[in-house]
């Protein structure tokens, strides 16, 4: 298979791992996966680059995987973005257009996005993404498409997502630096709801919860519009970690919460089996029951829901998620956490897997949470697509470039077909035939022309 413009690739670069996705669009608008390639990482500490080279090492193997798998070759990338320096806010635009007789246009909400861009942030931030929330025309409130309308005052209500400049520059040194070109940079929980979230769900109200390696993104929804977002730099590592350490701290502290909230993942059914944690270098191996392990990452779940629990409320939309929670990523793959979040917070919950957009035939791994985020990117990559179709001429005729005239004269075998390609209109009266007398002698004699 060749090099193909509608081949759009995804790349996830995570705390714990980097994947990459290949895919292109059925008939019937499914995703089809063409390659993909997933390798360890170890430059990434909480969603933000810490190595370069190590990041650029890892984007270049998983990208050869899926070269590989899918023979294709890769030279344009769409890349997620994460980490605790992501923040968000709102605002208010105005826009006070000439006259109210014209309709409003795609133009007047792209000047109304472009002056979202010359926001004034904290030193070192910059803008992300502005996301349209709803519009106002002439006081007119709740509009969600404006365009087509008649009103000379156009408001509109924007979510803004906003990073730190260096965080953003070390991505795309690290793409560039791999070969590859960044098409679009898109913030993960975005993405990721994308890809496991209904429309019936973000039209009543849902939360999306990421939970990553290194970090667990927050998206709510409401009435479709995205209304909040927040990143909180807690993740499945910390629970690695304390397993590690051993961690009698958090047995104790895991004691004391099963007596205040109950155990939803230390259950009958766990046997207090024995498991042996391998020690670091040089130190022997821990032993601990099966049973206080599960006590262990219960107390280390329960203090994650804590911050999104907190954020939920801090965005006000507590009472306004009637679809409940959806839990993503790699952390939601622990068993019961969906009853856990359930017990903690009050809202149903369930575990979001991004197999509604997939074509058949896909690899059973790619229906993990894990790749949430990848076929995320991958939808929003192909949208981008569609929209540059839409805004965007195939051709500019002003563009084509015109031809050069060739004084080059017409050569034919028979001199008929001369009076067949071009029908010279013959003069007529007095003037007429004197201009032709005359033209045929200067044509006769050139010799003697001035």
């Not at 670069?13 to 669009?25: D, E, N, S």
Request: with cysteine; proline share 4%; charged share 25%.
């Amino acid at each position: 298979m060749n090099s193909n413009s509608e081949i759009v690739v995804a790349l996830d670069i995570g705390t714990t791992k980097i994947c990459a996705l290949a895919a292109r669009q059925d008939q019937n608008g499914k995703i089809e996966i063409l390659g993909a390639g997933k390798v360890e990482s170890v430059g990434v500490l909480r969603g933000v680059v810490s190595n370069i080279e190590k990041t650029v090492k890892g984007i270049s193997d998983a990208i050869a995987q899926t070269e590989k798998s899918a023979n294709i070759e890769i030279g344009v990338v769409n890349v997620g973005i994460a980490g605790q320096h992501i923040k968000s806010m709102q605002h208010r635009g105005l826009l006070t257009r000439q006259t109210n007789h014209d309709e409003i246009s795609q133009e007047d909400i792209d000047q109304l996005i472009n002056d979202m861009h010359k926001l004034v942030l904290p030193p070192g931030d910059k803008i992300i993404h502005v996301i349209p929330q709803e519009y106002i025309v002439d006081n007119e409130q709740g509009i969600i498409d404006p365009i087509g309308m008649s009103g000379r005052r156009l408001e509109a209500n924007f979510h803004i997502i906003t990073g730190q400049i260096t965080a953003t520059k070390n991505i795309y040194k690290c793409v560039e630096k791999a070969n590859l070109e960044l098409a679009t940079l898109m913030l993960e929980p975005i993405a990721s709801a994308a890809a496991v979230l209904s429309q019936e769900e973000m039209e009543a109200g849902v939360a999306l919860v990421d939970i990553g390696g290194g970090t667990t993104d927050l998206a709510i929804f409401h009435e479709g519009i995205i209304r909040h977002s927040a990143v909180i730099p807690l993740g499945g590592n910390i629970i690695t970690k304390d397993i590690k350490d051993g961690c009698a701290v958090m047995v104790s502290q895991a004691e004391k919460l099963k007596v205040r909230f109950g155990c939803a993942l230390d259950s009958e059914v766990i046997e207090n089996r024995i498991i042996t944690i391998q020690g670091l270098a040089g130190r022997p191996p821990k032993e601990i029951s099966e049973r206080n392990l599960a006590r262990i990452i219960q107390a280390r779940m329960e203090e994650i829901l804590e911050h999104i629990f907190w954020e939920i409320r801090r965005s006000g939309y507590e009472k306004k998620i009637t679809g409940g929670i959806v839990l993503t990523g790699g952390g939601a793959l622990l068993r019961n956490i969906a009853n856990l979040v359930e017990f903690k917070t009050g809202h149903v919950a369930r575990i979001g897997y991004p197999t509604e957009h997939l074509a058949h035939g896909y690899e059973q791994e790619i229906s993990s949470p894990i790749y949430s985020t990848a076929v995320g990117l991958l939808l929003k990559g192909f949208e981008q697509l569609e929209k540059e179709r839409l805004y965007t001429p195939r051709y500019n005729p002003a563009s084509i470039p015109t031809p050069a005239i060739k004084d080059t004269p017409i050569t034919t075998t028979d001199p008929t077909e001369d009076e067949d390609i071009i029908q010279e209109e013959k003069p007529t009266g007095f003037f007429g035939k004197l201009f032709q007398k005359t033209k045929a002698w200067f044509e006769a004699n050139p010799e003697d022309n001035i």
